[in-house]
């Protein structure tokens, strides 16, 4: 079975710019989250989404949206770039949502803001 | 708050020796504990989790953790290590937020291994 699979691998931006970045699930599994992992802040919770729908979300300004489609792939968006959104997004997808459920990681993308 | 800390930012090891990477953790309510492995420009790998039940839990690659309730631990270790294991370790606790049905990931901030030949 496929992992996760994250689009794309490497992306560089500018400030003030926007990114989406996409995130495939394991096959069957309908729980999506994302995480943001930087040096400074280590790893932390953005979002997850559950039969479309946003369950729990992170501390995180707005400007960090996310969406999830009927097949459970899942977009990421940052609109306006500041230069610490630079950091390494990592999706993860569970089969299920709920606190026993192992999630299992994409590769990530790694952003860098100019 | 929730919490989880990895008090070693590094572990240093001999290959054959066994290893320990150390974590606890502080939440409310029932723990969920999971430990991952990155290695370099890759994502995290699920290594096992404790979710309720014996105390030792095995894992992949020969790793195993010991959920201690006493000691709020979740400590890493594996009897013989291998250079191959060198990576960055993170401990997580997934605990049920309040006003939410649903829990997200701690994580802490990383153990990396090295073990030397």
């Known amino acids: 079975k496929a992992g996760v699979t994250q689009t794309p691998r490497y992306l560089i931006k500018t400030r003030g710019q926007q990114v989406t970045l996409s995130c495939s699930p394991i096959?069957?599994?309908?729980?999506v989250s994302w995480y943001q992992q930087t040096p400074g802040q280590g790893l932390q919770f953005l979002f997850e989404?559950?039969?479309?729908?946003?369950?729990n979300k992170g501390n995180f300004p707005g400007r960090f949206s996310g969406r999830q489609f009927s097949n459970s792939r899942s977009e990421m968006n940052v609109s306006t770039l500041e230069l610490g959104d630079s950091a390494l997004y990592l999706c993860?997808?569970?089969?299920?949502?709920?606190?026993?459920?192992?999630?299992?990681f994409g590769p990530g993308t790694r952003l860098l803001v100019l | 708050a929730q919490s989880v800390a990895q008090p070693e930012d590094q572990v240093n090891v001999a290959e054959g020796n066994p290893l320990t990477v150390k974590c606890t953790y502080s939440v409310s309510g029932n723990p969920y504990l999971f430990w991952y492995v990155q290695y370099p420009n890759r994502g995290l790998q699920f290594l096992l989790k404790?979710?309720?039940?014996?105390?030792l839990v095995k894992g992949s690659y020969g790793f195993e953790a010991e959920f201690n309730k006493s000691q709020t631990s979740f400590h890493l270790k594996k009897p013989s290590a291998l250079v191959s294991d060198s990576a960055l370790y993170f401990c997580a606790v997934r605990v049920v937020d309040r006003g939410s049905t649903l829990g997200r990931l701690y994580f802490g901030r990383g153990t990396q291994l090295t073990v030397w030949p």
């Open positions: 096959s069957g599994h309908r729980s």
């Open positions: 989404y559950f039969s479309e729908t946003q369950r």
């Open positions: 993860a997808s569970s089969v299920l949502t709920g606190t026993q459920e192992t999630q299992y």
């Open positions: 404790y979710i309720t039940g014996d105390n």
